[in-house]
């Protein structure tokens, strides 16, 4: 019993010595050379030709480009109109659940948790309700990925036709 609490005395001084197992040693092990673990303060270094110059040195005005004005005749209405000209649709039926419809619009078109949870309380509430303008492409894609997952949606188009 003494000897046991011998042991754990010596034990107890090894661990609560100034060293750790994160203090570099001075023994190089393994031939690599031990560096300590903070990096150096940052130091200044100013030249005495800069403080001795009577003039400061001027930076140059960077040069400019000049935009090229575009004819407005000659735009595509692509380019007049970003989002795209086909309007996604989402109707209420009384098969799934809100929630569910919710989370496809999250999954499928990638919107945020708050705006798919308004579009699908405003299709709850009036019967049908418009997700998003797309390009016609995008639009066919969602709505074919809503249908397969059992949402009852359609694209039409922005003009009207």
Not at 1 to 7: D, F, T
Not at 54 to 60: E, Y
Not at 108 to 121: D, I, P
Request: hydrophobic share 35%; proline share 6%; glycine share 6%.
């Amino acid at each position: 019993m003494v000897r046991s609490l011998k042991i754990l005395s010596v034990a107890a001084a090894v661990m609560m010595s100034a060293a750790s197992g994160f203090t570099p040693t001075a023994s190089n092990s393994y031939g690599t050379i031990s560096r300590p673990l903070s990096p150096p303060p940052l130091q200044a270094a100013v030249s005495a030709s800069v403080l001795d110059g009577p003039s400061t040195p001027v930076l140059d005005r960077p040069s400019t480009i000049e935009r090229q004005s575009q004819d407005k005749s000659k735009s595509t209405d692509r380019e007049m109109h970003p989002n795209g000209d086909w309007i996604l649709r989402i109707y209420n039926d009384n098969i799934n659940t809100r929630e569910y419809v919710a989370v496809c619009l999250v999954q499928v078109v990638g919107l945020c948790e708050s705006r798919a949870y308004y579009t699908m309380q405003d299709a709850h509430h009036n019967g049908i309700a418009k997700v998003g303008e797309y390009n016609q492409e995008v639009a066919e894609c969602y709505e074919e990925q809503l249908i397969d997952r059992g949402v009852m949606c359609d694209v039409v188009s922005a003009d009207g036709e």
